[in-house]
């Protein structure tokens, strides 16, 4: 969850963002990057919710997770401790052997430029990095300005930035399927009904009861099977996101 998003370290997370912690964790273990020596770089980590599960979930040394609105004070309001999630505030100088940068170049204006400049300076030769970023420019929403997005990517943009910073996809596809439908229709009411801009976002926190929530839970597992199976045989199924798992290219 981006800081901005954050209202209190105890949120309830959606559903959305249990099942894509699921799959993305599944696609480094299916690679064997979560080994006890692996040492991983959380670029735009947010509220470090995501490393911290995968700490929890996985016998790892500390993750470093980066992200410029950390503070001093924000290892004791996120409660992570620093022997499992190091915060940093600035790029650390040190390389890794894998680096997640999810659903975090949009948010950079030269994407391209800090892209490579990772790449050359924090990934480790012959090391993984990570990356999803939010697809299809006609999905732009109120909610990504007020997130500051730069932009939404389509698949051909999202290929030639990978190949700009010399990686190359082991693993690629969309996420999220089933979610264009209802995104689009939001999209388009948004349009038709032109409101105000937003200028604070209402609580993020999932609501819903256990019913609901084990209703939609198993419908976006089901639609992380489906990523699974069309990334498995190479077909370039549409979702809401775009994601790769890369190697640096040879040269």
């Not at 981006?2 to 912690?21: G, I, M, Q, Y």
């Not at 959380?42 to 911290?52: L, Q, R, V």
């Not at 693993?171 to 409101?195: D, Q, T, Y």
Request: proline share 7%; hydrophobic share 40%.
């Amino acid at each position: 969850m981006d800081l901005k998003e954050v209202n209190s370290a105890n949120v309830a997370r959606h559903p959305w963002e249990l099942t894509r912690f699921e799959f993305f964790q599944n696609v480094l273990r299916r690679h064997g990057l979560l080994a006890p020596h692996a040492s991983i770089l959380d670029i735009g980590s947010g509220d470090a919710w995501f490393s911290g599960e995968l700490a929890a979930n996985n016998p790892l040394p500390a993750i470093t997770c980066w992200d410029q609105r950390y503070t001093d004070s924000s290892s004791a309001d996120l409660g992570v401790s620093p022997s499992t999630i190091q915060l940093r505030n600035t790029r650390p100088k040190e390389q890794y052997d894998l680096i997640l940068m999810l659903d975090v170049l949009e948010h950079v204006e030269d994407d391209l430029g800090f892209l490579r400049e990772t790449v050359s300076k924090n990934l480790r030769p012959g090391g993984s990095l990570l990356i999803s970023v939010p697809a299809w420019k006609h999905l732009e929403s109120d909610h990504d300005r007020w997130l500051e997005h730069f932009r939404r990517y389509v698949p051909r943009q999202f290929r030639n930035a990978l190949q700009f910073a010399n990686l190359t996809p082991q693993k690629k596809g969309g996420l999220f399927h089933s979610l264009l439908l209802p995104r689009s229709l939001g999209v388009l009411k948004e349009k038709l009904l032109k409101p105000e801009p937003l200028e604070e976002e209402p609580t993020l926190q999932w609501q819903a009861g256990p019913l609901l929530s084990k209703v939609v839970t198993t419908a976006l597992r089901a639609d992380n099977r489906l990523s699974q199976w069309a990334s498995d045989i190479g077909v370039p199924l549409p979702g809401l996101s775009l994601w790769a798992l890369c190697q640096q290219s040879s040269d």
